[in-house]
Nanobody, 126 residues
């Protein structure tokens, strides 16, 4: 079965950058749609970005558009989330997840995602 592990979280200053990684094992990521989601304290899990199996389609939440970039390196079985110009409101636990159902609307329904990582904490504070 597919297993996902996030890494790269930590503490960043406002305006700073972090790069999150989502590494897969147990199966290749080549044919999976990958999403990044986040959950802040007291909030529900929200979609941040997602990418189709070969990267032809990407979606971003309005709140991160222009600041975050999702990418994938299928040869390394890894998906990345480059986070620039970080804001305190980006503070959350970030999760990656995988599905095969819907690429174009890949942030609209968390139920499409069959596999989830354990999450990595991102804290943005001065």
């Amino acid at each position: 079965q597919l297993q996902l592990v996030e890494s790269g979280g930590g503490l960043a200053q406002p305006g700073g950058s972090l790069r999150l990684s989502c590494a897969a094992s147990g199966s290749t990521l080549d044919y999976y749609i990958i999403g990044w989601f986040r959950q802040a304290p007291g909030k529900g899990r929200e979609g941040v970005s997602c990418i189709s199996s070969f990267g032809s389609v990407t979606n971003y939440a309005d709140s991160v558009k222009g600041r975050f970039t999702i990418s994938r390196d299928n040869a390394k079985n890894t998906v990345y989330l480059q986070m620039n110009s970080l804001k305190p409101e980006d503070t959350a636990v970030y999760y990656c997840a995988a599905q095969t159902t819907d690429a174009r609307m890949c942030l609209s329904n968390l139920r499409h995602y069959n596999y989830w990582g354990q999450g990595t904490q991102v804290t943005v504070s001065s």
